[in-house]
């Protein structure tokens, strides 16, 4: 009589596939939600510096004359304001888009690659601001609040 109940299943399993977690692939959605995890964890959390060291050990470690230093002030600024005009200038574009063709999407689209190019922006900044002030490891705080 077991013998029967089994070969029904087995038959019952082939006809209806009562497996849900095949249905739903159930190893592919954890491996994928492991990763978002994984992710974003990377995303927000800090990275720690692999060494603690002055800004004048840095340019002594690096070989940085005072000349060269400012040479890449001289650059940073120059792309700074490059990442500032392009920002504005896609931002201008998009809502033009928005406002002629009526197009949100494209407005959205024109919206994100200006914060894409404001983050440049922002990133040389706060590389001026660390060379300015010759101090590694600056925190958000102070370059905001120091004016």
Request: with cysteine.
């Amino acid at each position: 009589m077991m013998g029967f109940f089994s070969g029904v299943k087995n038959l019952g399993s082939y006809i209806f596939n009562f497996r849900v977690n095949k249905w739903l692939d159930y190893d592919m959605l954890k491996r994928s939600t492991t990763k978002i995890v994984d992710i974003t964890r990377a995303t927000f959390s800090p990275e720690q510096a692999e060494r603690t060291e002055t800004f004048e050990q840095a340019m002594e470690r690096l070989n940085l004359t005072e000349a060269e230093l400012q040479q890449r002030l001289a650059e940073f600024s120059r792309l700074l304001v490059i990442y500032l005009i392009i920002a504005a200038l896609i931002f201008a574009y998009s809502v033009w888009i928005a406002f002629s063709y009526k197009n949100i999407m494209g407005f959205f689209m024109g919206f994100c690659i200006t914060i894409f190019a404001l983050t440049h922006a922002f990133r040389y900044h706060f590389w001026i601001y660390q060379i300015k002030h010759r101090k590694l490891g600056c925190s958000l705080r102070e370059w905001f609040f120091d004016r």
